[in-house]
């Protein structure tokens, strides 16, 4: 299929073939019949993306920060694979679009193939003729629908989230600031509702458009004398009860406008990306004004739990969802309360992307709307699509289900480039990210389907997915009798681990766990010079927090932080004592999330050893993240963020300290290939590797049981 996509980078921008999207669990698959281009949000990205690399940092000085911290800490190499792996990504763009449902996934009863929808989400809703949206996100449409006007979904629903946030009654007045494609669409809204609508933008072309249209019962231009004295006198010496911002701008200068024309004890709703440093007095203070934020479509925006996961939030406690405003909207339409074929003031076939956004960008003519047309009567294919001229195989021929930041960064540079490696297929659950992956590590196709990274060509499987689906994946390569490196943890429920010891025991293929810093450089001076014999550990992670709505936290689809990364550092003590862990207890320190994320761990190991991980979210980040300890017959040694390593013993001190950190990801991605080519095993054990997921399990029985000791 074709989808827009555009470099970061260089800002090129090219419809080009992608593999056809995939239909998870809880999603619709939909052919586009339009989408709309939002001149203000996509306006914006495409600009940036245009503008030189200095131009790019001006505009994102915290991104810029971020690099600064990555180059510190991880190095010149790992800062630039970062930073080109999102410059060089193909950048799906579109966030709003309408078609008919081609397909239906798992658990989702709302919809049928055939039904007419209307769709919205930035990552879902893109300009392409497939897309995959979750049903949050996706709402119905009657048979008889208009799509062109029904692909404003999600600036519509924007819009009414915008309405909502100002809370007004019937025969109140609000000023819309900004008559743009999402003003225009909230002064029709307002108009709809009974409220008197008093439009300001700078561009005389924009208030013409709403006046000629009758959105407005009064348009006046942001530089018209007098200003303040009209709407004054059109509120009836009042002032306006709301103000809706609704305009796109780095100026102070709408947010101080709005407290000058509000009422006393009025509103101001900011719907659009606008600075909000208004000065106190003489208005803001003075008139005591309410200052509102619109997120958005409305609740549910940025919930996983909602937009992933499809849990609706109770009509009775939540009226208006995103989902909800969005239906509204369409409502508003199909009943013809408000008219908005007049907003589309160009239409592009999808082929003509490029020059539709050529006018957003150059501002040739006047525009509001740009619908992009698709062709409907086109099959669309789901074969794999050939990223590589070679079809060369090798001894070990390697394919990729998951191709994200940290497989991009620290897997797919790593793979020993010889010709007794095979580089066969990439499936991701993007075709964008599929494409690129394949074409930039030169992997003979991207796919759609698993059968094409599990067929005959593919002997090993690197599985780079969410780990919700680790487990999955490990199967399905297992019981087509392939190798598989994946990526931790192994899996998120004990069921699965069960199921994943048959399936190797009858494969007898190799399965490996990225626990990557037992194969660090300092991390192999540390093991020669205690061997094996029993030792006491500690290893202390200052792990910092991450927002209790990140995927990582969410226990069914990144399984916590313990089954998440703590299962990194019980491998490492089992790597360090030479013996598996055989019981272990455990204590979080509570929190209102129940997040479980700052805890400590006694684990004791088949040899007699015993370790101590301390792993705490609750630290400083200017504290260095990893430090390790070690005792054992006279001799001690200190790890420090794997950049400098002190063994004491008799005499001086042994140091070695190196400049970048190396945790050993290239080291354990070249152990994994030539351990495969030399003896077709892995370098980890398989029992190691159980042995740690199984203490990582009982790790989290041992904090609901009071930190009571768990054999494992």
Request: proline fraction near 3%; glycine fraction near 8%; hydrophobic fraction near 40%.
């Amino acid at each position: 299929m074709q989808q827009l996509t555009q470099k970061l980078g260089s800002g090129d921008m090219v419809i080009q073939d992608v593999p056809y999207p995939q239909l998870g669990k809880g999603m619709v698959i939909v052919k586009n019949h339009y989408s709309i281009i939002s001149a203000g949000t996509e306006g914006s990205t495409v600009v940036a993306a245009r503008k030189s690399l200095l131009g790019k940092a001006k505009e994102r000085p915290q991104q810029v920060k971020q690099v600064i911290d990555t180059f510190k800490k991880q190095g010149p190499i790992q800062t630039y694979r970062a930073v080109m792996k999102k410059l060089d990504a193909y950048s799906p763009l579109g966030y709003s679009c309408a078609g008919e449902v081609v397909e239906v996934g798992e658990g989702v009863t709302e919809f049928e193939v055939g039904d007419k929808v209307a769709c919205a989400g930035a990552g879902y809703a893109n300009h392409a003729e497939i897309v995959s949206v979750p049903t949050n996100l996706c709402v119905k449409l009657n048979a008889n629908a208009n799509l062109k006007d029904a692909a404003y979904n999600t600036l519509g629903a924007i819009a009414m989230q915008g309405v909502r946030q100002a809370d007004m009654r019937l025969g109140e007045s609000c000023v819309v600031v900004g008559l743009g494609l999402l003003g225009q669409l909230t002064a029709l809204i307002l108009k709809a509702s009974g409220v008197t609508v008093i439009g300001i933008d700078v561009s005389e072309t924009a208030v013409k458009q709403a006046v000629d249209n009758k959105v407005v019962d009064l348009g006046l231009t942001r530089g018209t004398s007098g200003i303040e004295e009209q709407i004054q006198n059109a509120t009836n010496g009042i002032g306006a009860d709301t103000v809706i911002i609704a305009a796109a701008t780095n100026s102070l200068d709408p947010i101080n406008f709005a407290g000058a024309i509000a009422r006393k004890k009025g509103k101001v709703v900011v719907l659009g990306a606008v600075p909000t440093g208004f000065d106190r007095d003489p208005f803001w203070y003075r008139k005591e004004l309410e200052l509102k934020m619109a997120c958005s479509y409305g609740p549910g925006r940025y919930d996983l739990n909602y937009e992933e996961k499809g849990i609706d939030y109770p009509v009775a406690y939540v009226r208006w969802t995103e989902k909800r405003n969005m239906e509204a909207f369409q409502h508003l339409i199909a009943s013809n309360r408000i008219d908005i074929d007049y907003l589309t003031t160009h239409q592009f076939q999808f082929e003509e992307a490029k020059a539709a956004f050529d006018l957003v960008v150059n501002k040739t003519e006047p525009f509001t709307g740009i619908a992009l047309k698709y062709d409907t009567d086109k099959t669309i294919s789901k074969a794999k699509i050939a990223t590589s001229e070679t079809e060369a195989l090798g001894k070990i021929n390697v394919s990729f289900i998951g191709a994200g930041s940290y497989a991009q960064g620290n897997l797919l540079p790593n793979i020993p480039e010889t010709n007794q490696v095979g580089r066969i297929g990439v499936l991701t659950n993007t075709g964008t990210t599929s494409k690129r992956v394949a074409e930039k590590f030169k992997f003979q196709f991207c796919a759609t389907q698993e059968h094409d990274v599990l067929d005959d060509k593919t002997n090993t499987v690197f599985v780079a997915t969410r780990h919700d689906s680790h487990g999955s994946y490990v199967l399905k390569a297992l019981e087509a009798n392939k190798n598989v490196f994946v990526e931790k943890p192994l899996c998120l429920l004990e069921s699965e681990m069960e199921e994943i010891i048959q399936a190797q025991s009858k494969a007898n293929k190799a399965v490996m766990v990225g626990f990557n810093r037992r194969f660090s450089p300092l991390t192999n001076k540390l093991k020669k010079a205690f061997g094996n014999s029993p030792m006491t550990m500690i290893y202390r992670i200052n792990a910092g927090a991450i927002p209790t709505d990140n995927w990582i936290q969410d226990l069914e689809i990144g399984g916590g932080r313990i089954l998440g990364e703590v299962c990194h550092f019980i491998d490492y003590l089992t790597y360090l004592n030479g013996s598996v862990p055989t019981k272990v207890s455990a204590t979080a320190l509570p929190n209102v999330h129940n997040t479980n994320d700052t805890l400590n761990i006694l684990i004791q190991f088949k040899n007699g050893s015993s370790g101590v991980i301390g792993y705490y979210a609750n630290g400083s980040k200017a504290m260095t993240k990893e430090y390790v300890e070690v005792f054992s017959a006279g001799m001690s040694a200190t790890l420090n963020d794997f950049k400098e390593l002190k063994i004491y013993g008799k005499g001086k001190p042994k140091k070695k300290k190196i400049l970048n950190q190396n945790k050993g990801q290239k080291e354990m991605v070249e152990a994994f290939v030539n351990g495969l080519l030399k003896e077709g095993k892995a370098p980890i054990p398989f029992k190691e590797v159980i042995a740690v997921t199984k203490a990582s399990f009982k790790v989290l029985e041992s904090i609901k049981q009071g930190g009571k000791q768990i054999d494992i």
